[in-house]
């Protein structure tokens, strides 16, 4: 089981950054994909980005060149640096562990764009 802690979301204008961040239990963090996720008010979730183990990283559509997600093995931790944030950015972001079949999610940090 792989539980997580989910940090830096809030209520940033357009344009702005911010900089997401999940701390995930366990002794085995640098052997799954990790990833971002997101589910806007009426839509699905869908993928924001994700880093392999071997560091590997594909994005979705949208934040292509706006967004980066890293990883630090050391301490457990996936980030994702959301830059020109814009409107549509808005959702609740999820943080995921993958490995073969099993994937464990996070509980959500909620992103707010607007001025």
């Known amino acids: 089981q792989v539980q997580f802690v989910e940090s830096g979301g809030g209520l940033v204008q357009p344009g702005g950054s911010l900089r997401l961040s999940c701390v995930a239990s366990?002794?085995?963090?640098?052997?799954?994909?990790m990833g971002w996720y997101r589910q806007a008010p009426g839509k699905q979730r869908e993928l924001v980005a994700r880093i392999t183990a071997s560091g590997y990283e594909n994005y979705g559509d949208s934040v292509k060149g706006r967004f980066t997600i890293s990883r630090d093995n050391a301490k457990n931790t996936v980030y994702l640096q959301m830059n020109s944030l814009k409107p549509d950015d808005t959702a609740v972001y999820y943080c995921n562990a993958a490995y073969g079949s099993t994937n464990y999610w996070g509980k959500g940090t909620l992103v707010t764009v607007s001025s």
């Open positions: 366990g002794s085995i963090f640098s052997i799954y994909t």
